[in-house]
């Protein structure tokens, strides 16, 4: 805690000490260590205590029997969570045996560390005339001085993976993170000032290394930061503002008081600012530099993906790979196939919102999927291509990838991996012996980055926005729209009381803006805009989305809107009213208490008879939109997001008639443009070049029943007993048919948090019914009147 001040204090009354006596300081002294003298691994009172208390020095178990001469706060957290925190260590590398090994400085004046008394794993290298003593600063800094006072040596300059309060990093000075949580020896991750005198986190891996801090992806004057001032200083005071001679500062969250403070680069390459108020109390981390922590580059090694899992992060293998040290993710995953060049023997697995980051074969402006796969496939060493399209301005890129390093999954990228696999490793039928499913919980992590501070975050955030991410709120705004129709005129106050029998309106934004409470209640975003609960005067409960990008021109926006407000089921959601003033454009809609089948699913609130209610219900609101409304309407985003339920557990679809409202483009505009609806849900025919009809409705419903029967969304991957991986159909289909060996296993098909409460017959018919609709082919797939016909059928016996 000591500041600048104690330390220049501490020196004088040293050096006093040391003119007047002129003899050296006895080890009876506990912050002192005298020439010729030595601590002693076998004595564990041999440790040096700063003036105050505040800080020890001396041998640190690392692990078996093996041990650091460390500097650590002397008192530990009255909480077990982090035992002593240890600030400095001298041979974090090779450490000594716990047996006679000592730390002696020599008459030479050099301090050697030495294990089981023979080999010095470690000195300071100084040499010194005059008498020398060691001391340990209530700073936490332990300094060698010479009798004239010279400092020879000082812990300060030689940081291991922690920065003290007034402890200077300067050019000549890296920090280094440690392996793991249990091996304090050097690890992968590197503070540092580079050459272009910015402060940077690197990742120096086993096989690559990389920037990571600031965003590689932004150039350095855009990241805040300048490079002209070489003096290249970073320092952070007592009260909690670090600053750095690049410009990049912070102030802690608990800035302004005097606080112990440490500032560590951790294993897993974030860099953290923890602090407490007094000894003894928790650490509380109060600042870290990089939130999206799936992000930091090498976390777990090639060919892996990276998954948000509730409190933390979790590491995994891609389909097709195996991980390669058994005991350390550092090693990544290595593939169990060779790829031929031969371009007819590979394919491709999509794994949705994966992002690789980094060693691009180059990059490919508005390529359609297929010119993609195309040219992944003229490439020998192309291991897959990233895929993204902005769904908002029609834009795709097309990155190849040579390497597959810092990948990881996040809800909210909009973009798909497209894993190169050869053909014969794609599953088909063989033995499924496990499933992995990528990404689940992810949702509450993904809001944390919502509230990055800083411009790139913003950026990020809106690209993802934008994207095709699925969103559960989407849906609501369709409705409104439909119910709108009638309001061709546009003139405000006509709209204001037409359909006013249903309750059908047209709001002011000012009325909107006070329903929801100025935009402040967020119940979901999607790829439309936003949406927030409100407050109508009348006092009725809405959902108000407000859109990003509606179609500008009024009297088209109204013309949707009569369109889509006309459709009137029981089984779509209702709309009731909408907003054009200006470039405003919001639809109000019902608003469903119970949320989304998504949201019922993952918290287990559906149990078996309301499945099937949900189903049967889903189904007649499509068959209805496909083939009794006014004008055929295409849903092309069903999933179990957009599908809502009422107090009974009725389903209401939402989102419909979305795409026209957003002018995306005519569904056979180009091929680009005809991407639609949500990773993981969608139709083959998204991607080939075949015509889009309500067949991809029925697909993507088809998807939405197995997910009910099975609990796993199609996020899930299945594994065999090898490794080689396929998608939560080939597990279904596995499962139904069975193989020559084994007999089919319906049960275990079954949602593991029914508990086997369903009824088989039903069960068989849902599945059979589904396994149609998901049918490559989309001929062989039923339509949705047929659908309905067989589940009403079954359901009546
Ligand atoms: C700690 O990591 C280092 C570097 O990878 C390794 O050499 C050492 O064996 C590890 N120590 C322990 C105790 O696992
Ligand atoms: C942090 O310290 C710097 C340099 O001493 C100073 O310019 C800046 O105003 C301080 N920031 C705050 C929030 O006090
Ligand atoms: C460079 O940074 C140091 C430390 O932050 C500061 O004292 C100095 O004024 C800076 N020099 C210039 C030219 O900005
Ligand atoms: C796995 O990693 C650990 C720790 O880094 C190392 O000690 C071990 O030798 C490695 N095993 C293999 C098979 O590479
Ligand atoms: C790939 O398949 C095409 C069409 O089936 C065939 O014409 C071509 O010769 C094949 N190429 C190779 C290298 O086998
Ligand atoms: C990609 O397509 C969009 C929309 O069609 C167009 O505006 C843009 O200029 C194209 N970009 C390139 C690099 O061709
Ligand atoms: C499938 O798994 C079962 C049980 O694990 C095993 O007995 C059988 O040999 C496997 N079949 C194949 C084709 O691998």
């Given at each position: 805690?000591?500041?600048a001040?104690?330390?220049?204090?501490?020196?004088?009354?040293?050096?006093?000490?040391c003119?007047?006596?002129?003899?050296p300081?006895?080890?009876?002294?506990?912050?002192?260590?005298?020439?010729?003298?030595?601590?002693?691994?076998?004595?564990?009172?041999?440790?040096?205590?700063?003036?105050?208390?505040v800080?020890t020095?001396?041998?640190?178990?690392?692990?078996?029997?093996?041990y650091?001469?460390?500097?650590w706060?002397?008192?530990?957290?009255?909480?077990?969570?982090?035992?002593?925190?240890?600030?400095?260590?001298?041979?974090?590398?090779?450490?000594?045996?716990?047996?006679?090994?000592?730390?002696?400085?020599?008459?030479t004046?050099?301090?050697?560390?030495?294990?089981?008394?023979?080999?010095?794993?470690?000195?300071?290298?100084?040499a010194?005339?005059?008498?020398?003593?060691?001391?340990?600063?209530?700073?936490?800094?332990?300094?060698?001085?010479?009798?004239?006072?010279?400092?020879?040596?000082?812990?300060?300059?030689?940081?291991?993976?922690?920065?003290?309060?007034?402890?200077?990093?300067?050019?000549?000075?890296?920090?280094?993170?440690?392996?793991?949580?249990?091996?304090?020896s050097?690890?992968?991750?590197?503070?540092?000032?580079?050459?272009?005198?910015?402060?940077?986190?690197?990742?120096?891996?086993?096989?690559?290394?990389?920037v990571?801090?600031?965003?590689?992806?932004?150039?350095?004057?855009?990241?805040?930061?300048?490079?002209y001032?070489?003096?290249?200083?970073a320092?952070?005071?007592?009260?909690?503002?670090?600053?750095?001679?690049d410009?990049?500062?912070f102030?802690?969250?608990d800035?302004?008081?005097?606080?112990q403070?440490?500032?560590?680069?951790?294993?897993?390459?974030?860099?953290?600012?923890?602090?407490?108020?007094n000894?003894?109390?928790?650490?509380?981390?109060?600042?870290?530099a990089?939130?999206?922590?799936?992000n930091?580059?090498?976390?777990c090694?090639?060919?892996?993906?990276?998954?948000?899992?509730?409190?933390?992060?979790?590491?995994?293998?891609?389909?097709?790979?195996?991980?390669?040290?058994?005991?350390?993710?550092?090693?990544?995953?290595?593939?169990?196939?060779?790829?031929?060049?031969?371009?007819?023997?590979?394919?491709?697995?999509?794994?949705?919102?994966?992002?690789?980051?980094?060693?691009?074969?180059?990059?490919?402006?508005?390529?359609?999927?297929?010119?993609?796969?195309?040219?992944?496939?003229?490439?020998?060493?192309?291991m897959?291509?990233?895929?993204?399209?902005?769904?908002?301005?029609?834009?795709?890129?097309?990155?190849?990838?040579t390497?597959?390093?810092?990948?990881?999954?996040?809800?909210s990228?909009?973009?798909?991996?497209?894993?190169r696999?050869?053909?014969?490793?794609?599953?088909?039928?063989?033995?499924?012996?496990?499933?992995?499913?990528?990404?689940?919980?992810i949702?509450?992590?993904?809001?944390?980055?919502?509230?990055?501070?800083?411009?790139?975050?913003?950026?990020?955030?809106?690209?993802?926005?934008?994207?095709?991410g699925?969103?559960?709120?989407?849906?609501?705004?369709?409705?409104?729209?439909?119910?709108?129709?009638?309001?061709?005129?546009?003139?405000?106050?006509?709209?204001?009381?037409?359909?006013?029998a249903?309750?059908f309106?047209?709001?002011?934004?000012?009325?909107?803006?006070k329903?929801?409470?100025g935009?402040s209640?967020e119940?979901?975003?999607?790829?439309?805009?936003?949406?927030?609960?409100?407050?109508?005067?009348?006092?009725?409960?809405?959902?108000?989305?407000?859109?990003?990008?509606?179609?500008?021109?009024?009297a088209?926006f109204?013309?949707e809107?009569?369109?889509?407000?006309?459709?009137?089921?029981?089984h779509?959601?209702?709309m009731?009213?909408?907003?054009?003033?200006?470039?405003?454009?919001?639809?109000?809609?019902e608003y469903?208490?119970?949320?989304?089948?998504?949201?019922?699913?993952?918290?287990?609130?559906v149990?078996?008879?309301?499945?099937?209610?949900?189903?049967?219900?889903?189904?007649?609101?499509?068959?209805?939109?496909?083939?009794?409304?006014?004008?055929?309407?295409?849903?092309?985003?069903?999933?179990?997001?957009?599908i809502?339920?009422?107090?009974?557990?009725?389903p209401?679809?939402?989102?419909?008639?979305?795409?026209?409202?957003?002018?995306?483009?005519?569904?056979?505009?180009?091929?680009?443009?005809?991407?639609?609806?949500?990773?993981?849900?969608?139709?083959?025919?998204?991607?080939?070049?075949?015509?889009i009809?309500s067949?991809?409705?029925?697909?993507?419903?088809?998807?939405?029943?197995?997910?009910?029967?099975?609990?796993?969304?199609p996020?899930?991957?299945?594994?065999?007993?090898?490794?080689l991986?396929?998608?939560?159909?080939?597990?279904?289909?596995?499962k139904?048919?069975?193989?020559?060996?084994?007999?089919?296993?319906?049960?275990?098909?079954?949602?593991?948090?029914?508990?086997?409460?369903?009824?088989?017959?039903?069960?068989k018919?849902?599945?059979?019914?589904?396994?149609?609709?998901?049918?490559?082919?989309k001929?062989?797939?039923?339509?949705?009147?047929?659908v309905?016909?067989?589940l009403?059928?079954?359901?009546?016996?």
């Amino acid at each position: 805690m000591d500041s600048a001040m104690a330390f220049i204090s501490n020196l004088l009354v040293l050096h006093i000490l040391c003119l007047s006596t002129s003899y050296p300081f006895s080890s009876s002294m506990p912050d002192t260590l005298g020439e010729g003298l030595s601590l002693s691994i076998d004595k564990p009172s041999d440790v040096l205590t700063s003036r105050e208390g505040v800080f020890t020095a001396g041998f640190f178990p690392v692990g078996d029997n093996a041990y650091c001469f460390a500097i650590w706060f002397s008192e530990p957290s009255y909480y077990n969570d982090d035992n002593r925190a240890v600030v400095w260590m001298a041979n974090r590398d090779s450490p000594v045996n716990g047996r006679r090994s000592k730390l002696t400085l020599l008459k030479t004046g050099n301090l050697i560390l030495t294990d089981a008394g023979k080999a010095t794993v470690w000195s300071t290298g100084t040499a010194s005339l005059s008498l020398t003593r060691l001391q340990l600063y209530n700073s936490g800094n332990l300094v060698l001085f010479s009798s004239e006072g010279v400092v020879l040596w000082q812990s300060f300059d030689w940081p291991a993976d922690t920065l003290l309060t007034e402890q200077p990093l300067t050019r000549s000075v890296e920090l280094v993170s440690s392996r793991s949580p249990t091996n304090l020896s050097s690890g992968f991750y590197k503070l540092f000032f580079d050459n272009n005198n910015v402060l940077t986190l690197l990742y120096d891996g086993i096989e690559i290394s990389s920037v990571y801090w600031p965003y590689p992806w932004l150039i350095s004057t855009d990241a805040g930061r300048s490079t002209y001032n070489n003096s290249r200083i970073a320092i952070l005071d007592s009260f909690g503002n670090f600053t750095s001679s690049d410009d990049f500062t912070f102030v802690s969250a608990d800035y302004g008081v005097r606080m112990q403070r440490r500032l560590k680069i951790e294993y897993d390459g974030n860099l953290r600012l923890y602090s407490r108020k007094n000894a003894g109390e928790r650490w509380v981390f109060s600042w870290e530099a990089y939130p999206r922590t799936c992000n930091i580059h090498g976390i777990c090694g090639a060919n892996s993906i990276c998954n948000y899992v509730p409190g933390g992060r979790e590491c995994s293998c891609i389909p097709g790979y195996k991980l390669r040290n058994q005991t350390d993710w550092s090693y990544g995953c290595e593939p169990q196939f060779k790829l031929s060049c031969n371009k007819n023997e590979s394919k491709f697995l999509p794994l949705d919102s994966v992002e690789y980051y980094g060693y691009d074969y180059g990059f490919f402006p508005n390529y359609t999927i297929s010119e993609c796969e195309d040219l992944c496939l003229q490439l020998c060493n192309c291991m897959g291509f990233q895929f993204t399209f902005y769904e908002d301005n029609g834009y795709s890129n097309c990155y190849p990838k040579t390497m597959l390093l810092n990948g990881y999954r996040a809800a909210s990228f909009p973009g798909t991996l497209y894993l190169r696999l050869p053909k014969t490793f794609l599953l088909s039928d063989s033995n499924i012996s496990s499933l992995n499913c990528l990404g689940q919980g992810i949702k509450q992590l993904d809001r944390m980055y919502t509230k990055g501070h800083t411009n790139e975050f913003v950026q990020f955030m809106l690209w993802f926005a934008c994207g095709l991410g699925g969103f559960e709120v989407l849906c609501f705004l369709l409705v409104w729209y439909l119910l709108l129709t009638s309001h061709q005129n546009s003139d405000a106050d006509v709209g204001r009381y037409f359909l006013a029998a249903t309750g059908f309106r047209r709001y002011s934004f000012a009325e909107l803006h006070k329903a929801t409470k100025g935009f402040s209640e967020e119940i979901g975003k999607g790829a439309g805009g936003i949406v927030y609960r409100g407050v109508l005067p009348d006092a009725r409960v809405a959902a108000i989305k407000r859109l990003n990008e509606a179609n500008p021109v009024e009297a088209e926006f109204l013309a949707e809107v009569n369109t889509i407000g006309r459709l009137n089921h029981m089984h779509l959601i209702e709309m009731w009213g909408y907003c054009a003033e200006g470039k405003q454009r919001l639809l109000v809609y019902e608003y469903l208490e119970n949320g989304s089948l998504k949201q019922n699913l993952d918290s287990n609130t559906v149990g078996w008879d309301k499945r099937i209610e949900i189903a049967v219900g889903t189904a007649k609101g499509l068959a209805y939109l496909h083939e009794e409304c006014l004008e055929w309407i295409l849903h092309c985003d069903v999933k179990p997001q957009n599908i809502l339920l009422d107090s009974n557990y009725q389903p209401k679809i939402a989102d419909f008639g979305m795409s026209k409202l957003l002018k995306r483009g005519e569904l056979n505009n180009s091929s680009l443009s005809r991407i639609r609806g949500t990773r993981g849900y969608m139709a083959p025919e998204w991607i080939s070049n075949l015509p889009i009809t309500s067949k991809v409705d029925v697909y993507s419903y088809g998807l939405v029943v197995l997910e009910m029967l099975t609990g796993k969304s199609p996020t899930c991957y299945a594994f065999d007993v090898n490794g080689l991986g396929g998608t939560i159909l080939s597990w279904v289909r596995h499962k139904v048919n069975g193989t020559s060996e084994v007999a089919p296993l319906l049960q275990e098909i079954m949602d593991p948090s029914m508990k086997g409460e369903f009824d088989m017959k039903k069960m068989k018919i849902l599945l059979e019914v589904a396994l149609k609709c998901v049918e490559e082919d989309k001929d062989k797939r039923p339509t949705m009147s047929h659908v309905l016909e067989t589940l009403l059928h079954h359901d009546k016996q």
